[in-house]
């Protein structure tokens, strides 16, 4: 069977499928029209990058001491940061900012099980110190060979948003906080 008879047999199952197709001797040694693009090169990903390509969303980000940029997506905090040797991985770490109280550490315990079991992204998980038990989330992606800068926004946001989507559930599921 020819690609025309295909295509053809194609337009009439999905009817609001249309191909714009240029005969072969016009496009010899030409991309199709359905493939031109502007074509994207990876660059290195570098702390100056990261910050540029963040700014340039009108994200507001504060620089830390180690090149990390922090800032609040949603009322919650997050970090991005080159990490790794030779800083080839971008990390996109979130804070949930509340403290898991005492009575509901197991429910939190189930739900971050829950998350990690079903969903890809992000890695969700407790982490205590002193003050209690909160949970963080966090994207890892190997920015080694380098990134576009839709690539880099896109794993960015990615992050980002899988962070809010987890901290929002969780907070949704939690007794209000008391105040002082």
Not at 61 to 82: M, N
Not at 159 to 170: E, P, R
């Amino acid at each position: 069977m020819t690609w025309r008879r295909r295509l053809d047999r194609l337009r009439r199952r999905v009817p609001e499928v249309r191909v714009r197709m240029r005969p072969a001797n016009r496009d010899a040694g030409r991309p199709g029209v359905l493939l031109r693009r502007r074509a994207e090169n990876a660059s290195p990903v570098t702390p100056r990058r990261l910050r540029e390509s963040v700014m340039a969303r009108g994200y507001h980000v504060r620089v830390e001491a180690d090149s990390s940029l922090t800032g609040l997506w949603d009322g919650y905090p997050f970090k991005l940061r080159l990490v790794g040797e030779n800083h080839s991985d971008l990390s996109v770490h979130g804070t949930w900012g509340r403290t898991v109280p005492d009575e509901m550490h197991s429910a939190v315990a189930q739900a971050v099980n829950d998350w990690n079991r079903e969903k890809i992204w992000p890695t969700v998980f407790t982490m205590s110190d002193p003050s209690g038990t909160t949970v963080r989330t966090e994207v890892h992606a190997d920015v080694g060979a380098g990134a576009t800068d839709r690539q880099l926004i896109e794993l960015v946001e990615a992050g980002l948003t899988a962070g809010v989507q987890f901290f929002q559930a969780l907070g949704g599921s939690m007794p209000p906080l008391e105040e002082p």
